[in-house]
């Protein structure tokens, strides 16, 4: 079945230092890809996504470019700040599989010190 | 504005009771979903509903049942059933029932066992 992993935290960062979390899939069809943030004590939002291959999705700082000759979506940002410290989920649809839920990986826990 | 909202934000449980979760959207989303969240887990489906009057099991049902009367509510029941019920429960919704749609997430409830 379809699957997403992501790289285990937690990540630890001084403030300013480059982000990269590391995300591959596996997919039967032809999937969007979607990186989600946690806040403490809150639901998830979205952060960006991508639905095609070579997109490159941005918000807030952050890119991930869909790479599916690697079957990649990795996060980056390059100056990470204090606020950023969260937990991120990538996520996978597979629409060649049909409608079905997102799939989730683990999650990576960011915590970014001054 | 527009949202979801989940009740109790923290919940308490003596084994063998049952407990309901609520979750009402004022998105006008037609599709809704639980999720369970575990530390190191990621986020787990339990179900998931396209539209009014009928729902689906996701990945780990057992010990829960909802329900889907309108359009706007699905509540999660935790059964005395559900062996190891304490977790943060996630609530979330989308326009349509697509993977490509963006999940909304409520802001969590937390259920603990005594």
């Known amino acids: ?114 | 504005d527009g949202g979801i909202t989940q009740s109790p934000k923290y919940l308490f449980r003596k084994e063998g009771q049952n407990v309901t979760l609520s979750c009402e959207q004022n998105l006008n989303h037609d599709a809704m979903y639980w999720y369970r969240q575990d530390p190191g887990q990621g986020l787990r489906l339990i179900y998931y509903s396209q539209i009014v009057n009928d729902f689906q099991k996701g990945d780990i049902a057992e010990g829960y049942s909802v329900s889907r009367e309108k359009k706007e509510s699905f509540p999660l029941t935790v059964t005395s059933a559900q062996k190891n019920p304490t977790a943060f429960y996630l609530c979330a919704s989308t326009l349509a029932f697509s993977g490509a749609n963006v999940l909304t997430f409520g802001a969590g409830s937390r259920l603990t066992v005594l």
């Open chain 1, 1 to 114: 079945g379809d699957s997403v992993t992501q790289m285990e935290g937690p990540v630890t960062l001084s403030e300013e230092a480059f982000l990269t979390i590391n995300c591959t899939y596996t997919a039967t069809g032809y999937p969007s890809l979607f990186w989600y943030v946690q806040y403490p004590g809150e639901g998830l939002q979205l952060l960006l996504k991508a639905t095609k291959a070579d997109d490159k999705g941005s918000n807030k700082g952050f890119e991930a470019t869909y790479r599916k000759e690697t079957t990649s979506f990795h996060l980056e940002k390059g100056s990470v700040q204090v606020s950023d410290s969260a937990v991120y989920f990538c996520a996978l649809s597979d629409r060649g599989s049909g409608n079905t839920p997102l799939v989730f990986g683990k999650g990576t826990r960011l915590s970014v010190i001054a």
